[in-house]
């Protein structure tokens, strides 16, 4: 079996400041938890949203990020 991943939901109101976090085994929950804070927050001066999956084995993947001046971002799949 390959590592087991959890996603995470992290919101931070200014850079290096303190976040709000959670964190689920169900991806298409994170996702949508992801998209709510997008919606209720998204347009705040400073907020940063991003949707990270942590493997068992210490991986770390931004797969979206959000901030109201650059909107949405998704980094491309390592090759």
Do not use: C, N
């Not at 938890?33 to 210490?58: A, K």
């Amino acid at each position: 079996m390959g590592p087991v991943s959890t996603f995470h939901v992290t919101m931070q109101f200014q850079a290096d400041g303190p976040a709000v976090e959670g964190a689920w085994v169900d991806g298409e929950i994170a996702l949508g938890r992801y998209r709510d804070w997008v919606g209720s927050h998204g347009s705040l001066d400073g907020v940063l949203i991003r949707l990270t999956e942590e493997t068992t084995d210490g991986h770390v993947r931004v797969i979206r990020a959000w901030t109201k001046d650059h909107g949405e971002h998704q980094p491309s799949p390592a090759s």
